[in-house]
């Protein structure tokens, strides 16, 4: 899970691609597979998530300390895919044209021989899972998660909850509204900070 990214996958054919435990999507096999277009609004325009290349509506993502040279990054092709998202242990629910990122070029994600091979992108931006849920009336862009440290993920798992599964707050809680400074992150105000020794 990555609070500031789209959701996107490892894709067959890769021209760089990190060694994976888990296959690599092959989206060829699919279905329900089909590039988004590139006259796609997500796709024009200065502020779109997507730039149009080839024909193609593409990203390239970079994460972390953006002034280092080497970055983990992702590029590859912006995509819609039917996803199936468990609401139990026993029942499924199928959502038609979601957007995602089938990832052909990654380098520096620290992913090389693990169990990871994608990214659960829950930015506020239109291509993150919570806005495409939202914009369904599947959710209404509320949730709540849990992440265990990156390199506990495989031991414990984080926890992501919707809606009427997030268990009530205590009472008295405080809570900060987010400031609306761009699409894809998530800022509160900071009044104050103080160290004590």
Request: net charge positive; proline share 7%; hydrophobic share 30%.
């Amino acid at each position: 899970m990555d609070t500031s990214s789209l959701i996107w996958t490892q894709c067959a054919p890769c021209i760089k691609c990190y060694q994976q435990k888990t296959s690599l999507y092959n989206s060829r096999i699919s279905m329900t597979y089909r590039k988004l277009p590139s006259n796609q609004p997500f796709c024009q325009g200065r502020n779109s998530p997507f730039r149009c290349h080839n024909i193609e509506c593409v990203y390239n993502i970079r994460y972390g300390d953006l002034s280092q040279p080497t970055t983990p990054r992702t590029k590859g092709v912006a995509s819609f895919e039917t996803f199936h998202i468990p609401i139990d242990s026993s029942h499924t629910r199928v959502i038609n044209d979601m957007i995602f990122g089938c990832s052909n070029d990654n380098s520096d994600t620290g992913f090389e021989n693990s169990q990871i091979s994608r990214i659960l992108g829950l930015s506020r931006g239109p291509d993150g899972l919570t806005s495409q849920l939202a914009k369904r009336g599947i959710i209404q862009n509320r949730f709540s998660y849990c992440l265990v440290p990156f390199h506990d993920e495989l031991k414990r798992p984080s926890i992501l909850r919707f809606e009427d599964n997030i268990p009530r707050p205590v009472e008295n809680l405080q809570s900060t509204p987010f400031l609306n400074i761009d699409r894809n992150h998530y800022y509160v105000e900071l009044l104050d900070i103080s160290v004590g020794l």
